[in-house]
């Protein structure tokens, strides 16, 4: 049986996106309180070995020949890099001649083995979701010696020396990052981490919309101000 699960194809830019996911279950180096997934019973940050790679390989060969696809997005449930067979999964791709888009949380892009993995890649997606290291710790409860500082310099470390196209995914949370203090200091970590593309999102599950989603409105005024930033 195979360990991946895929979305629908969908259309962007005139390219057709087909969203991957290379993980059996939730396996994590974060815990956010928000996470769409539920909890992390597996809070890793090594290497994982699932089983086989080719029946994976297999079906999305198929996949991608019946969907067409142009890009492949590696989205998967958690940190994608912690799968071992990810740098086979993303050669596997390029040999087909397609697009790769990976998404992590960015804190791994800091040690060099998941930066080379990364680095094969077309794009890559790093994000951040809060700005004090006491929230850091308290809603995204990461491993154990993790700080928000290293987080931040791990992604623009990464993007420094990365070829590809890096898009920086913020994520606006009522009352953590979304006063005008916080959002000039989201301004300064655009600044450090210099990316291709700023992406301003909001928490749009139902259980925590409510608690820690923001307005339409106030989407669109700190998104403008982000954007114009970058
Ligand atoms: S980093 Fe993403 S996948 Fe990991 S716990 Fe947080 S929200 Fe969930």
Redesign the pocket.
């Known amino acids: 049986m195979s360990n991946f699960s895929y979305k629908d194809v969908y259309i962007e830019e005139g390219k057709r996106v087909l969203e991957v996911n290379i993980l059996p279950e939730k396996y ?1 180096n ?3 309180i928000f ?1 769409p ?1 539920g909890r ?1 019973k597996n809070k890793v940050d090594s290497p994982i070995s699932f089983n086989e790679i080719d029946v994976d390989l297999n079906e999305l060969d198929n996949k991608i020949e019946e969907t067409k696809a142009d890009l492949i997005f590696i989205n998967s449930k ?2 994608a890099l912690i799968n071992n067979k990810i740098d086979k999964i993303i050669r596997f791709i390029k040999n087909k001649g397609l697009i790769v888009r990976l998404l992590s ?1 960015g804190y791994l892009l800091g040690k060099d083995e998941y930066k080379k993995i990364a680095n094969d890649c077309d794009e890559v997606i790093g994000e951040i979701k809060v700005i004090t290291e006491e929230d850091f710790q308290k809603i ?1 409860r990461p491993i154990e010696g993790y700080t928000l500082d290293k987080y931040i310099s791990n992604v623009a470390l990464f993007n420094k020396q990365y070829n590809g196209k890096f898009i920086f995914e913020i994520t606006i949370i009522k009352g953590y990052n979304d006063d005008e203090k916080s959002i000039n200091e989201l301004k300064d970590i655009i600044t450090k981490i210099n990316p291709d593309k700023v992406i301003v999102s909001r928490i749009e599950e139902e259980i925590f919309k409510k608690k820690l989603g923001i307005s339409d409105e106030e989407l669109q005024k700190i998104s403008k101000e982000l954007l114009s930033y970058n």
């Open positions: 994590c974060f815990d956010c996470c997934i992390s958690g940190e949380n995204q």
